[in-house]
């Protein structure tokens, strides 16, 4: 990347919710994920100043068998790749190797799936952030959001088949909301697909005290944009947002897991970037003059 690190700060919580017998989410942060073939805490916190970030929820399939395992396929996956996210010098090879990862992914859970002989899949929605940009990609319905002093974006985009009568005018808004196949994904890693997975792409760029949210459909299922909004809104640590985000959702009734990874930027890092370019210009500068010092001597 360009060397020059974006400051975070960063919570994420997954909860196994009210309805659930287990946990299928997980989550990825910078290295750490939820390995549920050992003891580890579903609550991570820190500050990191990194030249890239790689953020992360996987959900893995509810109406599939072992999908904490399709999910943690998901992660460690992440984890394997995120050096080859991070050595990315632009735009253009950050998305190629995140869709050389994705389709790792995808093989490594349908490989499990052959040996084990159960169908298993997990969604996956994955920020990439750096100074010169924000890579958002996703498969499957973990929405990814973006606040900044202007508002609230989404960065996803639903891969299921009601999103896809939605956007082709077979149904309203409204009727996809409510459709029984609003939760049906079109995508998602562990899919037998020959046309390969096609995730949804989303870029934009960040600003100090904008701040990123990733989360499962256990969020958004009952919680609007608004909500999500206001609790973005907030100036208390990401630690406490997120906890709040979760205990929005349990008292609107959320049935399913609760994931939510969460990141305020402290430090954008151009600050750094401009300081060094000036320093730059002020070498090139005294050099330029120094030669031209130099120049008047031998022609006076």
Same mark, same amino acid.
């Given at each position: 990347?360009n060397?020059v690190?974006?400051?975070?700060?960063i919570?994420?919580?997954?909860d196994i919710g009210q309805?659930?017998?287990?946990?299928?989410?997980?989550f990825?942060?910078n290295?750490c994920?939820?390995?549920?073939?050992?003891i580890?805490?579903?609550?991570?916190?820190?500050?990191?100043?990194?030249d890239?970030?790689v953020?992360?929820?996987?959900?893995?399939?509810?109406?599939?068998?072992d999908?904490?395992?399709?999910?943690?396929i998901?992660?460690?996956?992440?984890?394997?790749?995120?050096?080859?996210?991070s050595?990315?010098?632009?735009?253009?090879?950050?998305?190629?190797n995140?869709?050389?990862?994705?389709?790792?992914?995808?093989?490594r859970?349908l490989?499990?799936?052959?040996?084990t002989?159960?169908?298993?899949?997990s969604?996956?929605?994955?920020?990439?952030v750096?100074?010169d940009?924000?890579?958002?990609?996703?498969?499957g319905?973990? %929405?990814?959001?973006?606040?900044?002093?202007?508002?609230i974006?989404r960065l996803s985009?639903?891969q299921t088949?009601?999103?896809a009568l939605?956007?082709?005018?077979?149904?309203s %808004?409204?009727?996809?909301s409510?459709?029984y196949?609003?939760?049906?994904l079109?995508q998602?890693?562990g899919?037998e697909?020959?046309?390969?997975?096609?995730p949804n @792409?989303?870029y934009?760029s960040?600003?100090?005290?904008?701040?990123l949210?990733?989360?499962?459909?256990?969020?958004t299922?009952?919680?609007q944009?608004?909500a999500?909004?206001?609790?973005?809104?907030? %100036? @208390?640590p990401v630690?406490?947002?997120?906890?709040?985000?979760? %205990?929005?959702?349990?008292?609107k009734?959320?049935?399913?897991?609760?994931?939510?990874?969460i990141?305020r930027?402290?430090?954008?890092? @151009?600050a750094? @970037?401009?300081r060094r370019r000036?320093t730059?210009l002020?070498?090139v500068a005294a050099?330029?003059?120094?030669?031209?010092?130099?120049?008047?001597?031998?022609l006076g």
């Open positions: 990347m060397g690190p974006v400051t975070l700060e919570a994420a919580v997954t309805k659930r017998a287990s946990n299928q989410d997980n990825y942060v290295g994920y939820i390995d549920h073939y050992n580890a805490a579903e609550r991570f916190e820190t500050v990191d100043s990194m890239t970030h953020l992360a929820v996987c959900d893995g399939m509810g109406g599939h068998a999908g904490d395992v399709a999910a943690m998901g992660v460690s996956t992440i984890s394997d790749y995120a050096a080859t996210l050595a990315g010098g632009s735009l253009e090879e950050t998305e190629r995140a869709e050389e990862l994705l389709q790792a992914a995808n093989d859970i490989e499990q799936s052959r040996v002989g159960k169908k298993m899949g969604t996956v929605s994955m920020l990439v750096a100074t940009y924000v890579y958002a990609c996703n498969l319905d973990s %929405e990814i959001y973006h606040k900044h002093q202007y508002g974006d985009k639903p088949f009601a999103q939605l956007d082709v005018g077979a149904i %808004e409204n009727q996809a409510h459709s196949i609003r939760n049906q079109s998602y890693l899919m697909n020959r046309r390969g997975i096609r @792409r989303q934009t960040i600003r100090n005290g904008d701040m949210l990733i989360c499962s459909d256990g969020i299922d009952v919680l944009r608004h999500i909004y206001a609790s973005l809104s907030s %100036e @208390r630690k406490d947002i997120a906890d709040a985000l979760i %205990e929005k959702a349990l008292r009734g959320s049935g399913d897991n609760l994931t939510v990874v990141a930027v402290l430090d954008d890092g @151009r750094l @970037r401009l000036l730059m002020g070498v050099g330029v003059i120094a030669l031209l010092f130099l120049l008047g001597r031998l």
